[in-house]
């Protein structure tokens, strides 16, 4: 499979641990993102890559989320300190650099603060 | 700000019979509008761009500025087409850097 790639598929963990998930994208794509979706709600952005250098990041983005591409290619969201709050499912999306290029997903990462 | 509003969240129709899935947005540019869709236990996938003045799988939509609406539109649906569909505006002129979705419309075509 030559999709989008993201580990784990599903992650529990106790409140006010950390946890980090991984995505690798579609290999020649230089454009990557982050999505949550919680129940009920469409994907909402987190923040987005190009390359190596993270260009935007939502307001939703707290201190406490930090996401790295360190070579331009594969990318680690981590959360410290989860908080039930998060729990939602986590989405990377790559695309190529362009003009309406379209973002392909990957399965997610189902995240579960106990 | 922009937003993407999607007034239905479930929407049952019959084979063969017409389907149109509702999307509004608010955003005080040009948009860029999408359709993506997600079919059961498969990832989101784009279904269809306003850019492209594209149809498939006999899906369309039209950009109505003045009623800030893109409607999703299909003549005949089919026991395929049941998934959750998704109405999403890019504010970002050139690109999809910062998609903005709706909630979602959940479709079930009923044989």
């Known amino acids: 499979d030559t999709g989008v790639s993201q580990n784990p598929r599903h992650k529990i963990t106790k409140r006010g641990q950390n946890v980090t998930f991984r995505c690798d994208p579609i290999?020649?794509?230089?454009?990557l993102y982050w999505y949550r979706q919680t129940l009920g709600q469409g994907p909402e952005f987190l923040t987005y890559?190009?390359?190596?250098?993270?260009?935007?990041k939502s307001r939703l983005l707290s201190d406490r989320f930090s996401a790295e591409r360190p070579k331009g290619s594969f990318s680690t969201l981590e959360i410290q300190r989860t908080e039930q709050g998060d729990s939602a499912m986590y989405l990377c999306?790559?695309?190529?650099?362009?003009?309406?290029?379209?973002?392909?997903f990957g399965s997610g990462t189902q995240l579960s603060v106990l | 700000a922009q937003r993407v509003t999607q007034p239905e969240k479930l929407l049952s129709v019959f084979k063969g019979a017409p389907v149109e899935l509702k999307c509004n947005y608010s955003?005080?540019?040009?948009?860029?509008l999408f359709w993506y869709v997600q079919y059961s236990r498969q990832r989101l996938q784009l279904l269809l761009r306003?850019?492209s003045r594209e149809s498939i799988k006999g899906f369309t939509a039209d950009l109505n500025k003045g009623e800030t609406s893109f409607h999703l539109k299909k003549p005949f649906a089919q026991e395929e087409d049941s998934a959750m569909y998704y109405c999403?505006?890019?504010?970002?002129?050139?690109?999809?850097?910062?998609?903005?979705f709706g909630k979602g419309t959940k479709l079930t075509v009923n044989p």
């Open positions: 290999s020649e794509h230089n454009r």
């Open positions: 999306a790559s695309s190529r650099a362009g003009t309406y290029e379209k973002l392909f």
């Open positions: 999403a505006l890019s504010p970002t002129q050139g690109g999809s850097e910062k998609l903005v």
């Open positions: 955003y005080s540019g040009s948009p860029e």
């Open positions: 306003h850019i």
């Open positions: 890559f190009q390359n190596e250098a993270q260009l935007e």
